[in-house]
């Protein structure tokens, strides 16, 4: 179809040259129709912009809202983690256009929109009841999750989707393999004693400390967070053996 035609050129010049350094003129040379044949299907080059951003910011919405509905706070985290991820893999001519002119994300409703997904995804990495320091991590990782689209915008999706990933796994400090190993939430029990990280930090509790764990959740009603901080692993692994337990 024709306008489709001109979505897919539009895309590719505005990621290429920039929205605004981009005319009409120049979207309907390239798909080879006339001036006025590309405005009978958009009246302005304004238009473009928001059928482009649109499916972005609907599909980036629904999969987020999705994610929230998913259940235990760890599957909530990992889901909306991959579908921010998965949004902009499928999305990044667009989110390219958008990085090279910043100040489309200041113009509403695209920036409103964008705001609030964004603030939504922080909400879930961030997990329930979240600290400074959670929140700072979480606002990381989200950042960190489109940042390399764009970068490495010449790898291919699949590749550059796990990379990312195994670097999302490091920074909220999960344990287990990363590169070939196991998804987040493939997860399903608690993890064997490992080798301790640098500064003396236990990379995983024993099957002892474990049971401790639960024994404090349940009968001291301790929170996550202090029973994560008590033994030094992240909030992930205590969220996976109280899961397991």
């Known amino acids: 179809m024709t306008r489709q035609r001109i979505l897919t050129v539009a895309a590719a010049l505005f990621a290429e040259r920039g929205y605004r350094a981009t005319s009409m003129q120049e979207i309907a040379d390239r798909v080879g129709i006339t001036k006025a044949a590309l405005y009978y299907h958009f009246a302005a080059k304004e238009d473009v912009l928001h059928e482009l951003t649109g499916p972005v910011l609907d599909e980036l919405e629904q999969a987020l809202n999705e994610a929230e509905a998913a259940g235990d706070a760890e599957t909530v985290r990992w889901r909306a983690i991959e579908a921010f991820l998965d949004v902009h893999l499928r999305h990044r ?12 994300l200041v113009q509403a409703p695209v920036a409103d929109r964008f705001r609030a997904a964004i603030a939504l995804a922080n909400t879930l990495v961030s997990g329930p009841r979240p600290g400074l320091a959670q929140r700072v991590r979480a606002a990381q990782v989200v950042a960190g999750l489109a940042d390399p689209v764009v970068i490495f915008r010449d790898v291919p999706p699949a590749k550059l989707r796990r990379l990312i990933l195994d670097g999302t796994r490091t920074l909220l400090a999960v344990d287990g393999p ?3 190993g196991p998804r987040p939430s493939d997860a399903g029990v608690a993890p064997e004693p490992r080798t301790r990280r640098a500064g003396g930090r236990p990379a995983a509790l024993t099957a002892a400390d474990a049971e401790e764990v639960r024994r404090l959740r349940e009968t001291d009603r301790l929170g996550v967070d202090e029973l994560a901080e008590r033994y030094g692993v992240s909030r992930a692994t205590i969220y996976r053996i109280l899961k397991t337990g």
Do not use: E, G
């Open 93 to 104: 001519d667009t989110l390219l256009m958008l990085v090279r002119d910043m100040t489309l």
């Open 178 to 180: 990363v590169a070939d």
